[in-house]
């Protein structure tokens, strides 16, 4: 079965995102900058410090992310949400206290029909969606 990875886009700060998530959400962070890969020869030497590809890995979740977009390209980007489906309580709202930070919360983490469920932008202009239910834990996700 195919596995879908979330690659978020920056024009600059994407080595900075990312080890902001890897605070929030612990994993284990890769990162490439142009510079230390093959294409280096091919690119600018201003491009050398961005991020060509970078991977934070969390068991069975991997986000990945790249510096490789120019602004006016990510202006004109679709809005998409990355839903962290929580296996508690504490868990949805730890996660949700970390990745608000400096960020602007859209929809208070609170108790639905459906479970808790709350969502934010982060610092960096992404949507986060965040859930936990009891009846569906998010190792049967």
Known sequence: MAKLNPYLHFAGNCREAMEFY???LGGELHIETVGNSPAAQHMPPETHNSVMHAELRLGHF?????????AA???NKSDISLCLICGSTAETQGLFAKLARGGNVTHEL????????????????????????????????
């Open 73 to 75: 390209e990510l202006a």
């Open 62 to 70: 991997t986000l990945m992310a790249s510096d490789m977009f120019d």
């Open 110 to 141: 609170k108790e639905e029909f459906f479970g808790t469920f709350g969502d934010l932008i982060d610092r960096y202009g992404n949507r986060w969606m965040f859930q936990f239910s009891p009846e569906m834990p998010a190792s049967q996700v």
């Open 22 to 24: 890897k605070d929030c």
